[in-house]
């Protein structure tokens, strides 16, 4: 997976660690601009383009900057920065890097479309707040406006006072209308993202056109892939499993490392988790609430003090990724850290920072019952290790090794095998007590980052870069079972419902489709959107199916619900 800090003279940036907005004045002869520290603006859009790299150092930062020619220049390593062009904090305060330079060469920004996965879709109608919908492209103003501009950053401050607010104070309930979306009302016209097309100068088909056309998506390995689509199943779509339900922005997914998308996890169809900036939030699908149950913006103290629990304080920490089951939520970090936290008691019940390795971004939690129904946690780091957690005494159990960083692992529902995935071809299941390889998944063509199992246990999903999912037959590994492609992008996240009979896959940004495992999968639904997915989630009962958006407007939960046979009559009645 890609670092944190990866740099080189043709490589790729990524996402940065959180650092405080500062200002920095750059020599008045490098393009007389200023640079700004954002964390919430995502450097991974430079993944496909050169970066040479110099040595001087302004304010301890990496300064990028962009002369009028387009090219980039980085200085220093350790955290990022960004020189935009003045006139364009206005019309894109938080946008993808893609936006400066189609501006640069003159062309309309709006309609750029970004090279790599973690696409300009992301900040796409920044400007299109409903509220203002007019802006001045020459409207100068000062990087501190960004500082409060959030409604999250209000309530940290009064969360650190009182973790168990409801996050309901920053929204009336004419906000809550003004935002948020119903099915009624999505049948009356209005877009389930609430975004105001009628009011745009071009249509949503015109934009879906465009966006299809000139998305790109990110690859870390080059192979061909002209005979890809040969393999591929030919799937039925235009079926409809789940119809739109509601979308609120009350609560907003948001994502730090653009290949990581488990960032939303349903316990019922009433209660989701998900990741808002440093804090995971529960949405109550029923009351129409959110509250956050776990903020780590400030330092983290364990409260089970026990003798031999490796336990650790803490400080302010990134989430990477998170898994809930049941009452139990685990949250991964930028720099190794491991959370646990017992959603019915107050406080942390166990952090610790899982390895001091310079690379030691945590990518995927698993929470799993062993065969001896003892639950444990597995946590896959790009260190290459994969470990194991004891659920009670949050012991470290098992650590296996592997000849490159795991970017994602998922256990069998018998708790006998792993699959696991990184940054290699190919995919792995290993025995799950000892972490022995004993079947090597030969197909894909680019690194994996998502899987998951049928209630079954004998089919795995994976989920690759080369833009396709693969089915495979535990009892057959010699070749794929299925292979099943996206729209436009890598297969991000996969979760099969309960009772297996469907199963979702998200891309990086704008598509979800479902798939009807009762007919081979040669039957399915597209769900249609605009953002980056931050991750999918069923709920346990398979009545809800909801998806995380992450954009600065238009950032959500939608959530859809199983379609019945008698649901016509329902509603008629």
Same mark, same amino acid.
């Given at each position: 997976?890609?670092?944190?800090?990866?740099?080189?003279?043709?490589?790729?940036?990524? *996402?940065?660690?959180?650092?405080?907005?500062?200002?920095?004045?750059?020599?008045?002869?490098?393009?007389?601009?200023?640079?700004?520290?954002?964390?919430?603006?995502?450097?991974?859009?430079? %993944?496909?383009?050169?970066?040479?790299?110099?040595?001087?150092?302004?304010?301890?930062?990496?300064?990028?900057?962009?002369?009028?020619?387009?090219?980039?220049?980085?200085?220093?390593?350790?955290?990022?920065?960004?020189?935009?062009?003045?006139?364009?904090?206005?019309?894109?305060?938080?946008?993808?890097?893609?936006?400066?330079?189609?501006?640069?060469?003159?062309?309309?920004?709006?309609?750029?479309?970004?090279?790599?996965?973690?696409?300009?879709?992301?900040?796409?109608?920044?400007? &299109?707040?409903?509220?203002?919908?007019?802006?001045?492209?020459?409207?100068?103003?000062?990087? %501190?406006?960004?500082?409060?501009?959030?409604?999250?950053?209000?309530?940290?401050?009064?969360?650190?006072?009182?973790?168990?607010?409801? =996050?309901?104070?920053?929204?009336?309930?004419?906000? @809550?209308?003004?935002?948020?979306?119903?099915?009624?009302?999505?049948?009356?016209?209005?877009?389930?993202?609430?975004?105001?097309?009628?009011?745009?100068?071009?249509?949503?088909?015109?934009?879906?056109?465009?966006?299809?056309?000139?998305?790109?998506?990110?690859?870390?390995?080059?192979?061909?892939?002209?005979?890809?689509? @040969?393999?591929?199943?030919?799937?039925?779509?235009?079926? *409809? =499993?789940?119809?739109?339900?509601?979308?609120?922005?009350?609560?907003?997914?948001?994502?730090?490392?653009?290949?990581?998308?488990?960032?939303?996890?349903?316990?019922?169809?009433?209660?989701?988790?998900?990741?808002?900036? =440093?804090?995971?939030?529960?949405?109550?699908?029923?009351?129409?609430?959110?509250?956050?149950?776990?903020?780590?913006?400030?330092?983290?103290?364990?409260?089970?003090?026990?003798?031999?629990?490796?336990?650790?304080?803490?400080?302010?920490?990134?989430?990477? *990724?998170?898994?809930?089951?049941?009452?139990?939520?685990?949250?991964?970090?930028?720099?190794?850290?491991?959370?646990?936290?017992?959603?019915?008691?107050?406080?942390?019940?166990?952090?610790? @920072?899982?390895?001091?390795?310079?690379?030691?971004?945590?990518?995927?939690?698993?929470?799993?019952?062993?065969?001896?129904?003892?639950?444990?946690?597995?946590?896959?780091?790009?260190?290459?290790?994969?470990?194991? =957690?004891?659920?009670?005494?949050?012991?470290?159990?098992?650590?296996?090794?592997?000849?490159?960083?795991?970017?994602?692992?998922?256990?069998?529902?018998?708790?006998?095998?792993?699959?696991?995935?990184?940054?290699?071809?190919?995919?792995?299941?290993?025995?799950?007590?000892?972490?022995?390889?004993?079947?090597?998944? @030969?197909?894909?063509?680019?690194?994996?980052?998502?899987?998951?199992?049928?209630?079954?246990?004998?089919?795995?999903?994976?989920?690759?870069?080369?833009?396709?999912?693969?089915?495979?037959?535990?009892?057959?590994?010699?070749?794929?079972?299925?292979?099943?492609?996206?729209?436009?992008?890598?297969?991000?996240?996969?979760?099969?419902?309960?009772?297996?009979?469907?199963?979702?896959?998200?891309?990086?940004?704008? &598509?979800?489709?479902?798939?009807?495992?009762?007919?081979?999968?040669?039957?399915?639904?597209?769900?249609?959107?605009?953002?980056?997915?931050?991750?999918?989630?069923?709920?346990?009962?398979?009545?809800?199916?909801?998806?995380?958006?992450?954009?600065?407007?238009?950032?959500?939960?939608?959530?859809?619900?199983?379609?019945?046979?008698?649901?016509?009559?329902?509603?008629?009645?």
């Amino acid at each position: 997976m890609v670092g944190p800090r990866d740099c080189s003279g043709s490589g790729t940036l990524t *996402t940065p660690t959180s650092y405080k907005r500062k200002r920095c004045t750059l020599n008045p002869s490098t393009n007389q601009t200023r640079a700004i520290n954002d964390p919430v603006f995502s450097l991974t859009s430079l %993944a496909n383009f050169n970066v040479s790299e110099a040595k001087s150092e302004v304010s301890g930062t990496r300064q990028l900057r962009v002369p009028r020619g387009g090219n980039w220049v980085c200085q220093g390593c350790e955290t990022h920065a960004v020189s935009l062009p003045r006139g364009l904090r206005r019309l894109y305060p938080v946008g993808s890097i893609s936006f400066w330079i189609h501006w640069w060469q003159g062309r309309d920004p709006l309609m750029a479309v970004g090279p790599t996965d973690f696409s300009p879709n992301s900040r796409l109608m920044a400007q &299109f707040q409903n509220d203002e919908l007019e802006y001045v492209v020459d409207d100068y103003f000062d990087v %501190a406006e960004f500082e409060d501009n959030d409604a999250f950053a209000e309530y940290q401050l009064r969360g650190s006072q009182d973790a168990g607010s409801d =996050f309901e104070d920053d929204f009336d309930e004419q906000s @809550k209308v003004k935002t948020d979306t119903s099915a009624m009302e999505a049948r009356n016209g209005k877009d389930i993202q609430g975004i105001p097309w009628e009011r745009l100068n071009f249509t949503r088909d015109k934009y879906r056109e465009t966006r299809l056309k000139q998305y790109k998506n990110y690859e870390s390995l080059s192979r061909p892939r002209q005979d890809l689509e @040969k393999e591929c199943l030919r799937v039925e779509m235009g079926k *409809t =499993f789940y119809d739109f339900h509601y979308n609120t922005r009350i609560v907003k997914s948001t994502i730090v490392h653009f290949q990581l998308r488990n960032l939303l996890w349903a316990t019922s169809k009433h209660d989701v988790y998900l990741m808002q900036n =440093f804090s995971v939030m529960h949405w109550s699908s029923l009351l129409r609430r959110g509250k956050e149950v776990l903020n780590v913006s400030r330092p983290i103290v364990p409260t089970e003090k026990r003798p031999g629990l490796l336990s650790q304080p803490l400080s302010r920490v990134q989430i990477s *990724t998170m898994a809930v089951k049941e009452n139990l939520l685990v949250v991964g970090g930028f720099q190794g850290e491991l959370i646990c936290k017992h959603i019915n008691q107050p406080g942390v019940a166990f952090c610790s @920072k899982v390895t001091a390795d310079d690379n030691a971004i945590t990518n995927a939690v698993d929470i799993f019952q062993s065969p001896t129904g003892s639950m444990r946690v597995m946590a896959a780091n790009n260190d290459a290790q994969v470990r194991v =957690f004891d659920v009670q005494n949050f012991a470290c159990l098992n650590q296996f090794s592997f000849d490159w960083s795991v970017n994602n692992t998922s256990v069998s529902p018998d708790g006998k095998l792993v699959a696991v995935l990184g940054d290699s071809a190919d995919c792995l299941i290993a025995d799950a007590q000892s972490g022995k390889a004993i079947g090597n998944l @030969k197909g894909h063509l680019d690194y994996s980052f998502s899987s998951a199992w049928h209630p079954n246990g004998q089919i795995l999903a994976t989920g690759n870069q080369d833009t396709t999912c693969r089915l495979w037959d535990i009892r057959n590994l010699s070749e794929s079972l299925t292979v099943l492609k996206g729209r436009m992008g890598a297969i991000r996240a996969i979760k099969f419902s309960s009772d297996g009979r469907f199963m979702a896959m998200a891309e990086p940004a704008d &598509f979800v489709h479902i798939m009807d495992t009762q007919s081979g999968c040669i039957k399915g639904q597209e769900i249609d959107l605009f953002g980056e997915i931050a991750g999918i989630s069923f709920s346990p009962d398979t009545e809800a199916l909801f998806v995380g958006i992450a954009d600065r407007t238009y950032g959500s939960v939608l959530e859809f619900n199983k379609r019945h046979h008698n649901q016509y009559l329902e509603a008629v009645f």
